[in-house]
């Protein structure tokens, strides 16, 4: 579910798209996947777990958007020579999820958290140099450490 959050979150951001359509496009995609998946995967149950929006999802997608300010003031505030213009705008999507799950005070499960907004990196932006994802975890383990401080 994370994925297609992202994948929400980068519509709705680079798309300039209003949150409904960018959820109704995401939705259509992963109703297609799933299409695609049955060729390879026969429960059902399976299927609807990995492609239909639920819950979590729609939690993420919304956590984010409700916290947006606060969020990226808070990847700006640990940016070290850089400026929030220069990310990537699927690194800043796989952030700003990750930085919500963490301030929604889910801390003890931040290297969880962490490793999976790194596999989000290594998935959707790494060029194969590696370089991207570890720009990501130490920028997440920045702003886990900050949040843990207040």
């Not at 994925?3 to 259509?28: E, F, K, W």
């Not at 059902?44 to 239909?52: G, Y």
Request: proline residues 2%.
């Amino acid at each position: 579910m994370r994925g297609l959050a992202v994948q929400t979150l980068y519509s709705i951001d680079v798309g300039n798209m209003p949150r409904q359509a960018a959820v109704a496009m995401i939705q259509s995609f992963a109703l297609e996947m799933k299409d695609e998946a049955k060729e390879l995967i026969s429960d059902e149950a399976v299927l609807d777990k990995a492609f239909l929006l639920d819950d979590f999802y729609y939690h993420l997608v919304d956590g984010v958007l409700e916290n947006l300010e606060r969020i990226d003031e808070l990847i700006v505030s640990q940016l070290e020579g850089w400026s929030f213009k220069r990310l990537n705008k699927v690194d800043v999507a796989i952030m700003r999820l990750c930085v919500c799950e963490l301030m929604q005070g889910k801390r003890d499960e931040a290297p969880i958290l962490i490793d999976e907004a790194i596999e989000l990196t290594k998935a959707f932006t790494d060029l194969g140099e590696n370089k991207t994802p570890k720009f990501n975890n130490s920028l997440l383990d920045k702003i886990n450490a900050h949040l843990n401080k207040n």
